[in-house]
């Protein structure tokens, strides 16, 4: 704990808001820190997941308004940075079968809002705000369980663990000759 988050500290205003936008910066910095591995499974993914919101929702074939390509583009992008943080993760921030969960809701969410359909344009935009904030919630996250984990060098002592769900990659048994 901090001595600025103690109880009963006398720091409080902008010591605060400085640790605060510390903790930002640190957490924007984890992907600076990714393997070339880890960035071009992040690269590979938002092109794969750009070409399959393409062909699941007919925005190439129909047509329509610059939003759909945005939010496709938002949520592609946001699905490869998710990808690239599973991927060689560190000890205390490996990922789980759990932390598919959300970014896929995330992504039918999208599929939902930005295919041509007759639900209400506000309802659609709704939506797709929803869609992505789950994912950027996600993201979000991952990557501050990955900056725990690599401030601390072991896993951390406050990591939040699913109990009863499998590694998403599980360690591989070695023969024993």
């Known amino acids: 704990m901090s ?3 103690a109880p009963g500290s006398s720091r409080t205003g902008a010591s605060s808001q400085q640790h605060a936008g510390g903790r930002l910066r640190q957490v924007l910095l984890v992907p600076a820190r990714w393997t070339r ?4 499974v992040a690269i590979l993914t938002a092109f794969g997941t750009a070409g399959f919101l393409l062909a ?3 925005l190439a074939a129909e047509g329509t308004d610059g939003v759909g390509w945005a939010v496709v583009a938002a949520a592609s992008a946001l699905a490869g940075a998710l990808a690239g943080s599973y991927v060689g993760a560190p000890i205390g921030a490996a990922a789980t ?3 598919l969960r959300w970014p896929i809701l995330g992504l039918f969410g999208v599929i939902w809002a930005v295919s ?3 639900a209400p344009p506000l309802t659609q935009a709704a939506v797709d705000l929803l869609a992505l904030a789950v994912m950027g919630w996600t993201l979000s996250a991952r990557l501050e369980s990955e900056r725990k984990a690599t401030l601390a060098g072991t ?3 406050d990591a939040e663990a699913c109990t009863d769900c499998r590694p998403l990659f599980p360690a591989r048994p070695r023969r024993q000759d």
């Open 97 to 99: 079968l759990c932390d």
């Open 37 to 40: 591995r880890r960035v071009a």
């Open 56 to 58: 699941a929702t007919g």
């Open 3 to 5: 001595l600025d988050n």
């Open 155 to 157: 896993a951390p002592d």
């Open 116 to 118: 041509p359909r007759e």
